[in-house]
């Protein structure tokens, strides 16, 4: 089902698309029960109450979960840096459980590009995630010790936004993506929300970008993976339009891991880079309200995406175990599945494109190219 959402023709087809929801994939009684929920707590939830209902309406999670960490404050503050920022200076904000490796190299890159910023939130870790970040005199540090599903996540990230304040820029990341964009070499990301602003452009869309070497799945050198994970698909990602956004699918996971044998496009869109109101939410694939995803369709910057690097197997059989992704860790366990029938799979093929520099991201046929002549040029 496709609609586009457009002007005050937008209630309308929302409730169409939730009665189209609950008849399709018998939402009715989550629905019911979320929306319940909700109006007994809008008094906690009153300033993005209606940003709440949609992601209520169309992730299918009890929204319980949501709302029991934000009422109790679940995030505890380490450290907040007593640090000025200029209005184009975005905050960045991650949640991280065990990662360090890669959060060594997220700081490197993003310190490199302009962020000035990071708050990260720590998930109990054990692996000396924690003591490190405590150490980085550009990082505020908070840590939560719930279990960890993306609804909970979700109310993480705002009550880090509630602290910092809205009307200013966020960069929300998961410890496995490091942003960038086509010139980021020459210019640094607060000339790139410079022009953001020129365009009116509130949410960035940024869909993920699957890196991976030249060798096995889950091979390499876990302290050199930016060099070794330098390849990416140009041609196997596809743009589709859907009521809640535009959408960025495929890549080298819907070639490799199919159910069935069918292929599977897993969802890779996210808007990862905003200027955020009070009223916002935001989301793991969309930000709320659905309306402000429309600003952009396709790719106005990237998330270079380090998933299947050096013992992230281990990492995934533990995923599999607790199953608090979506749908039971689903897609984790179709990655060691398929891995399991073939150990030597490797994303590297014909059609693979080596990321020398960052003006090598406009060969990928999502990239928005007007947006990026306009900003080079």
Not at 74 to 90: E, F, G, S
Not at 112 to 128: L, P
Not at 267 to 289: E, F, M, V
Request: hydrophobic share 35%.
């Amino acid at each position: 089902m496709s609609i586009y959402i457009k002007g005050k023709h937008y209630l309308l087809r929302f409730r169409r698309y939730i009665s189209y929801s609950a008849r399709k994939y018998g939402f009715t009684k989550n629905s019911r029960n979320n929306l319940e929920i909700i109006r007994q707590y809008q008094d906690t939830v009153i300033d993005f109450k209606k940003s709440l209902i949609q992601m209520a309406a169309f992730t299918g999670y009890p929204i319980s979960h949501f709302i029991d960490s934000y009422k109790n404050k679940t995030v505890k503050t380490v450290r907040i840096l007593d640090i000025t920022l200029q209005d184009n200076d975005p905050i960045l904000i991650c949640a991280v459980k065990d990662d360090l490796n890669r959060v060594k190299k997220q700081l490197e890159h993003h310190r490199k590009i302009g962020v000035k910023h990071f708050a990260y939130i720590d998930n109990h870790s054990t692996d000396g995630t924690f003591e490190w970040l405590k150490n980085q005199n550009d990082v505020s540090l908070f840590t939560v010790t719930e279990q960890f599903n993306s609804t909970i996540k979700n109310a993480w990230r705002r009550q880090v936004t509630d602290i910092f304040g809205y009307n200013r820029w966020y960069l929300i990341l998961d410890s496995d993506e490091f942003f960038t964009y086509p010139g980021i070499e020459k210019k640094p990301i607060y000339d790139y929300i410079d022009f953001l602003e020129k365009k009116n452009i509130k949410y960035a869309h940024t869909p993920m970008i699957d890196m991976y070497a030249n060798n096995h799945l889950f091979t390499g050198h876990p302290d050199d993976f930016v060099d070794d994970y330098c390849f990416f698909d140009s041609d196997s990602y596809i743009v589709t339009k859907n009521f809640w956004s535009f959408s960025i699918m495929g890549g080298p996971r819907g070639r490799l891991f199919k159910e069935n044998n069918q292929d599977r496009n897993p969802r890779l869109s996210k808007y990862s880079l905003l200027k955020a109101q009070t009223s916002d939410l935001i989301g793991t694939h969309n930000n709320y309200p659905l309306k402000r995803n429309f600003n952009t369709k396709y790719a106005v910057a990237f998330l270079l995406h380090y998933k299947f690097l050096p013992n992230d197997d281990v990492k995934y059989r533990k995923i599999i175990e607790h199953g608090n992704y979506s749908k039971e860790s689903s897609e984790y366990k179709l990655f060691m599945k398929t891995h399991a029938q073939n150990p030597d799979l490797s994303f590297y093929y014909e059609k693979t494109v080596q990321l020398n520099s960052s003006l090598d991201l406009l060969k990928l046929s999502i990239a928005d190219r007007k947006f990026f002549d306009c900003f080079l040029n």
